[in-house]
């Protein structure tokens, strides 16, 4: 009889690490801006009269240039929000979630993926068929956050994003990247 008390205990301790079901309920909310270069400013050197040097902001790059975007649609979870690719100033790329709001879970990445997002069940489990790259654990389950890309990775050939539960193997939601 005790050893069967053992095992009961040794079991559900398993499954209270393995599911870690206490993370259904606290939720982490992330706020980050879009990274952005600061504005370069020009100075116009003062006139042989003397008169005051003006400061005015230079003509420097037309800012982060959104390249595709979408709306997230629930899958294992109900999950809201947008995602957009964007190149940053520097020519670099980042994926910026927005307004996210979804379940927190164990072991949740961000992925990019050439798979197509399928609403309801038929669409829970085809994010890792195909080639993806994750873009690194989820900060929050809910907010704005920012995820760089990779460099040497090439965007155009991705067509979708996940928020992906690895422990599981199953998307709690994903968004179709449309091309702007």
């Known amino acids: 009889m005790a050893g069967l008390s053992v095992a009961v205990v040794a079991v559900a301790v398993f499954g209270l690490v393995w599911f870690k079901p206490w993370t259904l309920w ?3 909310t992330v706020r980050e801006e879009l990274p952005s270069a600061a ?3 020009t100075t116009t050197p003062a006139t042989p009269q003397g008169a005051p040097t003006t ?3 230079s003509s420097g790059p037309a800012g982060p ?3 595709a975007s979408g709306d997230l649609i629930s899958h294992e979870h109900t999950t809201t929000g947008s995602v957009k690719l964007v190149r940053l100033e520097d020519g670099t790329h ?3 979630i927005e307004g996210l709001d979804t379940s927190n879970g164990p072991d949740l990445r961000v992925w990019l993926t050439d798979a197509p997002v399928k609403a309801g069940k038929a669409g829970w489990h085809v994010f890792d068929d195909g080639e993806y790259v994750s873009l690194g654990k989820l900060k929050g389950n809910k907010g704005d956050q920012n995820y760089a890309l ?3 990775v090439d965007w155009s050939g991705y067509t979708s994003v996940s928020i992906w539960c690895d422990r599981f193997n199953v998307s709690f939601g994903a968004a179709e990247l449309a091309r702007t």
């Open 26 to 28: 606290v939720d982490e």
């Open 39 to 41: 504005a370069t400013w």
């Open 55 to 57: 400061s005015t902001p």
């Open 65 to 67: 240039q959104t390249l």
């Open 94 to 96: 980042t994926l910026r």
């Open 150 to 152: 990779p460099t040497g």
